[in-house]
């Protein structure tokens, strides 16, 4: 069985929770165009979250890095393997998830990136901090990367994951299944799911999902 997970909230990796979110938007947009979802790596993700802590920390704003390595370059000395690969950037002050991801699909270069039926993986690194550039310094600053890569399709059958599944680890716990009773009561599940995440719940048993 085979479990496609998303990041994983860790003290070196505070914006997990940020990187699913943007991730999610995604992906939906791919959905609407009748594309498979992008799915989670994890060497992508570093490279990604990597230049974006760069970009704060040595205030610049560039897919080169600070001494001037190509994100293609990057991403290969990673030990990732791919020969295709691709990468969006971008820069919000205030951090807004929404905002970017908009902003990305608004710039045609990007959105041909996010909706390219040739990548399939994707990292997502997002820093936020101090940040000066062109002479102005930002208190509240945010740097997304996204880095795009083709692997080879999974062979086993996956199903969607279950929104209900907080900490992203293909098993649903108690504190799952009170989430989708709350989600019930405020009339945004249906009784058919929060049935079948009581069912998971019982199993024990980790499910597949795709994003």
């Not at 970009?55 to 370059?73: E, L, P, V």
């Not at 002479?135 to 509240?140: E, K």
Request: glycine letters at 8%.
């Amino acid at each position: 069985m085979v479990c496609l997970l998303v990041p994983a909230a860790s003290a070196d990796n505070p914006y997990a929770e940020e990187e699913r979110q943007m991730l999610d938007l995604i992906n939906q947009e791919r959905e609407e165009y009748g594309l498979d979802p992008f799915r989670f790596n994890s060497l992508l993700n570093n490279v990604a979250s990597e230049h974006s802590q760069e970009m704060i920390d040595k205030d610049y704003f560039s897919h080169n890095s600070y001494d001037g390595t190509s994100f293609s370059t990057r991403i290969g000395s990673s030990g990732y393997e791919s020969y295709r690969c691709a990468e969006n950037i971008a820069f919000k002050v205030p951090p807004s998830v929404t905002i970017a991801h908009e902003g990305l699909m608004n710039s045609p270069g990007h959105r041909a990136n996010i909706l390219n039926p040739s990548y399939n993986e994707i990292g997502i690194g997002i820093w936020v901090g101090e940040f000066t550039y062109d002479g102005r310094t930002y208190s509240n600053a945010a740097t997304y990367t996204q880095n795009f890569g083709w692997g080879e399709p999974a062979a086993d059958h996956v199903i969607p994951y279950n929104q209900y599944d907080k900490n992203k680890d293909c098993l649903i716990d108690f504190g799952d299944v009170s989430a989708g009773i709350d989600g019930y009561l405020n009339g945004l599940s249906s009784f058919a799911e929060i049935s079948k995440l009581i069912d998971l719940y019982l199993t024990r048993e980790p499910y597949l999902r795709t994003s």
